[in-house]
């Protein structure tokens, strides 16, 4: 859930995860952890600093595959 939440931000606009802490009221480590997740796995790429000042941002080929991840996430809510 908070990983698709992130992602659906990052889908709009690139944001530091500073950014996505005040947004999503989630805690800071939290959110690296997910993004650092995401980025492992190619949804999400960074740009600039390793530590605290990288912006993220999702790519291309993410963004072309939000509509299969949404309908994925869906069926998965569905089954629970």
Known sequence: DNR???????????HNPNQLVKELGLDYKTIVHHLEALEENGLVG???????????????????????????????????
Request: glycine residues 10%.
């Open 4 to 14: 698709l939440r992130i992602m659906k931000r990052l889908e709009r606009k690139p």
């Open 46 to 80: 960074r740009e600039g600093e390793r530590n605290y000042g990288g912006i993220f941002r999702m790519p291309e080929f993410a963004k072309s595959q939000i509509g299969l991840i949404n309908r994925i996430w869906r069926s998965l809510e569905k089954g629970k």
